[in-house]
């Protein structure tokens, strides 16, 4: 973008210092588009606005919801770089938003909101990233029916209506988009940049090679990303003659205390059950160099970090077969694709476990294959070019 001066909003109503994925990456976005000319505006809500918003999603979810702040300002100025970043009240936003060319805000439900309430009129265009399911494919409980109930409602076509653009990151939700609302989806994948990590240090040659097979699980301690299912895993597996030969490392926590004390009481009652709390983005390479194999047992997901995390490290994957993990691996030859099940899991952890003790190399193989893969297709240089093109196309059209 040198030398074009493209001025871009990012708005993200929620704290920066939250750390959570899409925190992550708003924050890479601003830094990566400043870096190549473009004047960024990242636009998130102060403390106070966050404590009243907070309330409201308690409502929602019917349960004391509390925030917790995972890095500090410090941290999170550093990495956002030379772009402007303002964490102000919400009666603040509209002003600010309407000094850029071009917006750019994620698919939540309340975020488009606000912008409705601000006039999109009185807005620049605006461009919608996918980072909330559209539609969780597993619905369980009550809040996940209401949730697929308001995105596919008359309320949330009304909220999408007036977007220059939406930008999804996988297959699965271009064609939700297009078929449910009739609206343009392009496709640009979420860049990734294993560096940051020293995720791209690991040796994928050292998978299957110690005596127990070692498993990690990062991520949020909540339902969505399965961690329930994770533990009933672990329980269904201690009563198998291979347990004692499998290491399992437990990375994250969550708002949800059940969660929490399940994860320490495994952590007492197995000695080969690790649970580590949450780990920095800086530490977590070590985790990845650790491990031969990687769970993700997500109910529902746009696209997954860890998913390029390990595919970044050369580590193999177990994923459920939901959009996001299915736009990453090449069922068998990146990772694996399974049904969302205990037995599921559980029954592919045996296999791998077979395979380690019969072939090692095999899993070798297939952590190299997935990280020429992720490499590839999620290269952060390309990505942003898409998204410089993206932004400036969507600007100029509003001229």
Same mark, same amino acid.
């Given at each position: 973008?040198?030398?074009?001066?493209?001025?871009?909003?990012?708005?993200?109503?929620?704290?920066?210092?939250?750390?959570?994925?899409?925190?992550?990456?708003?924050?890479?976005?601003?830094?990566?588009?400043?870096?190549?000319?473009?004047?960024?505006?990242?636009?998130?809500?102060?403390?106070?606005?966050?404590?009243?918003?907070?309330?409201?999603?308690?409502?929602?979810?019917?349960?004391?919801?509390?925030?917790?702040?995972?890095?500090?300002?410090?941290?999170?100025?550093?990495?956002?770089?030379?772009?402007?970043?303002?964490?102000?009240?919400?009666?603040?936003?509209?002003?600010?938003?309407?000094?850029?060319?071009?917006?750019?805000?994620?698919?939540?439900?309340?975020?488009?909101?606000?912008?409705?309430?601000?006039?999109?009129?009185?807005?620049?265009?605006?461009?919608?990233?996918?980072?909330?399911?559209?539609?969780?494919?597993?619905?369980?409980?009550?809040?996940?029916?209401?949730?697929?109930?308001?995105?596919?409602?008359?309320?949330?076509?009304?909220? =999408?209506? /007036?977007? !220059?653009?939406? +930008? *999804?990151?996988? $297959?699965?939700?271009?064609? #939700?988009?297009? %078929?449910?609302?009739?609206?343009?989806?392009?496709?640009?994948?979420?860049?990734?940049?294993?560096?940051?990590?020293?995720?791209?240090?690991?040796?994928?040659?050292?998978?299957?090679?110690?005596?127990?097979?070692?498993?990690?699980?990062?991520?949020?301690?909540?339902?969505?990303?399965?961690?329930?299912?994770?533990?009933?895993?672990?329980?269904?597996?201690?009563?198998?003659?291979?347990?004692?030969?499998?290491?399992?490392? =437990?990375? /994250?926590? !969550?708002?949800? +205390? *059940?969660?929490? $004390?399940?994860?320490?009481? #495994?952590?007492? %009652?197995?000695?080969?059950?690790?649970?580590?709390?949450?780990?920095?983005?800086?530490?977590?390479?070590?985790?990845?160099?650790?491990?031969?194999?990687?769970?993700?047992?997500?109910?529902?997901?746009?696209?997954?970090?860890?998913?390029?995390?390990?595919?970044?490290?050369?580590?193999?994957?177990?994923?459920?077969?939901?959009?996001?993990?299915?736009?990453?691996?090449?069922?068998?030859?990146?990772?694996?694709?399974?049904? =969302?099940?205990?037995?599921?899991?559980?029954?592919?952890?045996?296999?791998?476990?077979?395979?380690?003790?019969? %072939?090692?190399?095999?899993?070798?193989?297939?952590?190299?294959?997935?990280?020429?893969?992720?490499?590839?297709?999620?290269?952060?240089?390309?990505?942003?070019?898409?998204?410089?093109?993206?932004?400036?196309?969507?600007?100029?059209?509003?001229?």
């Amino acid at each position: 973008m040198r030398k074009k001066n493209l001025r871009v909003g990012l708005f993200l109503p929620a704290l920066l210092t939250y750390g959570g994925g899409v925190e992550k990456y708003f924050i890479e976005l601003a830094r990566n588009l400043t870096e190549r000319g473009a004047e960024v505006n990242l636009i998130t809500i102060d403390e106070a606005s966050s404590q009243k918003i907070v309330k409201l999603w308690s409502l929602y979810y019917g349960q004391k919801v509390a925030v917790t702040q995972r890095e500090t300002k410090a941290e999170v100025s550093r990495k956002i770089g030379l772009a402007n970043w303002h964490s102000i009240p919400l009666r603040k936003m509209k002003s600010l938003l309407k000094k850029n060319q071009v917006i750019y805000v994620k698919n939540e439900f309340y975020d488009l909101f606000l912008l409705k309430l601000m006039g999109l009129k009185n807005l620049p265009p605006i461009v919608v990233g996918v980072h909330t399911a559209i539609k969780i494919p597993f619905v369980g409980c009550f809040h996940n029916k209401l949730h697929n109930f308001l995105y596919a409602s008359p309320l949330y076509r009304w909220l =999408l209506r /007036g977007a !220059g653009l939406v +930008q *999804v990151p996988n $297959r699965d939700d271009q064609r #939700l988009i297009e %078929e449910r609302f009739g609206l343009k989806a392009i496709l640009i994948h979420h860049p990734f940049e294993a560096e940051t990590t020293g995720i791209s240090r690991v040796k994928s040659e050292l998978i299957g090679t110690h005596r127990c097979l070692r498993f990690l699980f990062v991520g949020r301690f909540v339902e969505q990303k399965g961690i329930d299912i994770l533990f009933a895993v672990i329980k269904a597996l201690s009563t198998e003659k291979i347990f004692s030969k499998l290491h399992f490392r =437990l990375a /994250g926590q !969550g708002d949800n +205390q *059940v969660y929490q $004390r399940e994860a320490v009481n #495994l952590g007492k %009652e197995f000695e080969n059950v690790d649970y580590l709390g949450y780990v920095p983005n800086s530490k977590i390479g070590r985790h990845y160099s650790w491990t031969d194999i990687v769970l993700v047992p997500s109910r529902h997901e746009t696209v997954n970090f860890v998913v390029l995390e390990a595919g970044a490290a050369g580590r193999v994957v177990i994923a459920s077969d939901i959009p996001g993990p299915r736009e990453i691996i090449v069922d068998r030859k990146t990772g694996f694709l399974i049904n =969302l099940s205990v037995e599921a899991f559980v029954k592919k952890i045996e296999e791998l476990f077979r395979i380690k003790e019969q %072939e090692p190399a095999a899993l070798a193989k297939i952590g190299r294959a997935a990280r020429k893969q992720v490499t590839a297709n999620f290269n952060p240089q390309k990505i942003y070019q898409q998204f410089e093109r993206m932004l400036l196309s969507v600007a100029k059209e509003a001229l």
